[in-house]
């Protein structure tokens, strides 16, 4: 992971080849404090946009204006001031950074060490400014070539919009529409930042994608767009996020995720997401509301969402499919892992409208501390969707006595061929099984590790190889502290 | 050489051991009987350092070191292993993937290197062949659907592989028919004949037919009330406790 950041800001330092957006100006002040239909411009301009985008914005905004916050899920969180944040903001510049890692929360640097995290890769994430080893340049150009030759885009979603404005104005908003809720209002207005990938009919990605290779991307945007497409009878597997966690000073992220799936195509899409959950107190920590949603458009196309959640104060999110052409098939597996006090209310929705589709839920939640999770899942099946079929199976494993689960299942079913199947268990890591594994040798936090993961087995074995060797570690450390 | 000293131990508000003295020297094997509710898995549990066993009186060393002061893992590898009379399912976790960690962990606290992933490999499957073991079940869950004798024979293959000095083992033989006891008694006579010492918890002379202790204890009321040769678990077994004088009930 280290290699693929430095090299993606290797790449950015020495070819300097970003025709757009703010890498050239990095230099420019922010936008104003609070969003209005001049920051809308401000951002826009900035990013050198073209006219119907901006329009675009501006229309999301007028909407947004008219909507209000939600208040269903299963959080509590103080009121967001949405005047009281900055939209548009340049990058960091070196100086604004810490100077080296002694100026870094010294709890940041210890999860880093523990995930085994080299000296040079904490000094990457943690935003300290540092000399770019070169020979990892090789990496990022041979990636880009590679994927070049395969016809396959991948750029930022600002490039994007303007080298593919074809493709963006059919797909953008196709999924998730700009009025779906709240946040995606708000995200359609002020996005800054984001993935965009096309893949064309019949080609096979012939590596991960990772954000880590997205070139002209700064900083993890607050609210980030994404856009994933795949054309008949290809398949892409996306890698989002990070194991490690990175300097952040955005408290709410507001993120819009759209995956399209033409004929025959499939998409993989894996998440680890470990933003700064907050204190043991529960002071401070990310509010994120997160809208990820994909159309299996095309007879037989696949979907499928894996997830491991750690981090957040407060984490709002239903990554869902919409199954629309024939024997299209939707699969969320989920591992959302609370400590302390925090909170997630996640989850997914599968909407067969297609004939013959299906759908797996695999969803694994562990409470520990005083914080709560709640899954709520809503499985629809359609008039026209002759035999729809859906499994769900979700877990919770509670640590201590003092967190909750909650399971929210609803079921709409318009079909009489529907086949649903849903299964829930609640349990506890006992002290019996806590005490066997010490006999054997294990540590208290290792063993809470260690059942853990094996509770969440059925979901970790979706994740890429390299992700899930990162996850397993970074669930143990999430629980520290959770036992004894 | 484990030595423990008047020992009081007290679960749940109420004191099961009352004065238990017990000496094992490196290479013996003790064999411990006596009556349902006596305090014999109490015993093992407080030797392992199990929570809520709550030591107010005596003491428990191990190669001169004080146990008592140490963490159940910390025991583990100072080189006890107790052999639970009810082994735990752990769901999700390979018996190999267990017993990898275990081992590693182990090796960490005594600064040994960790084992290389091959090496590993060839010692589980060595010792799973040994007690006749299929390899498939090593992929399993801990301990997850086996059956009463599996959960004991895998009792067996974790001593093996983790190689303790001492072992306790809890009612390992309860329940098992004569193939499963005949290899658990492998078991531990391979782990004896490396000079390790033992301590075998049971409530039949049966298991000791296959490994001969070198002393028999009777633990009746929180503490040893009769020690002899391996002839006295063949008299406990002809005259019952009632008949050698020990009532059940506290003294
Ligand atoms: N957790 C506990 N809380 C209260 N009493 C317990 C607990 N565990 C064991 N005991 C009691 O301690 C006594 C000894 O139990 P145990 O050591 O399991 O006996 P043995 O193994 O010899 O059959 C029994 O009377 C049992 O009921
Ligand atoms: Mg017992």
Known sequence: MVATQEAKQTVQDVTGEYKYGFVTDIETERAPKGLSEDVIRFISAKKDEPEWLLAWRLKAYQKWLTMEEPTWAMVDYPKIDFQDIYYYSAPKSAEDGPKSLDEVDPELLRTYEKLGISLKEQEVLAGVAVDIVFDSVSVATTFRKKLKEAGIIFCSISEAAHDYPELMKKYLGSVVPVADNYYSALNSAVFTDGTFVYIPKGVRCPMELSTYFRINEANTGQFERTIIIADEGSYVSYLEGCTAPQRDENQLHAAVVELITHDDAEIKYSTVQNWYPGDKDGKGGIYNFVTKRGACRGKNSKISWTQVETGSAVTWKYPSCLLIGDGSVGEFYSVAITNNYQQADTGTKMIHIGKNTSSTIISKGISAGKSEATYRGLVRVMAGAENARNFTQCDSLLIGDKCGAHTVPYIEIKNPTAQVEHEATTSKISDEQLFYCQQRGLETEDSVALIVNGFCKDVMKNLPMEFAVEAQKLLGISLEGSVG | MLEIKNLHVTVGGQEILKGLNLTI???????????????????????????????????????????????????????????????????????????????????????????????????????????????????????????????????????????????????????????????????????????????????????LDYVVPDYVHILAAGQIVKTGGKELALELEEKGYMGLGITESAA
């Open chain 2, 25 to 207: 020297s490196d290479g013996e094997v003790h064999a411990i009987m006596g009556p349902n509710g006596a305090g014999k898995s109490t015993l093992s549990y407080a030797v392992c350092g199990k929570d809520g066993y709550e030591i107010t009186q005596g003491s428990i060393t191990y190669n001169g070191k004080n146990l008592m002061d140490m963490d159940p893992n910390e025991r583990a590898g100072e080189g006890l292993f107790l052999g639970f009379q009810y082994p735990v399912e752990i769901p999700g976790v390979s018996n190999m993937n267990f017993l990898r960690s275990a081992l590693n962990s182990q090796r960490r606290y005594r600064g040994e290197d960790e084992i290389a992933a091959v090496d590993f490999l060839k010692l589980i499957r060595a010792k799973a062949a040994e007690l006749d073991m299929d390899p498939e079940m090593l992929k399993r869950p801990v301990n997850v659907g086996f059956s009463g004798g599996e959960k004991k024979r895998n009792e067996m293959v974790q001593m093996a592989v983790l190689d303790p000095s001492l072992a306790v083992l809890d009612e390992t033989d309860s329940g098992l028919d004569i193939d499963a006891l005949k290899i658990v008694a492998t078991g531990i006579n391979r782990l004896r004949a490396t000079d390790k010492s033992i301590l075998m918890i049971t409530h039949y002379q049966r298991l």
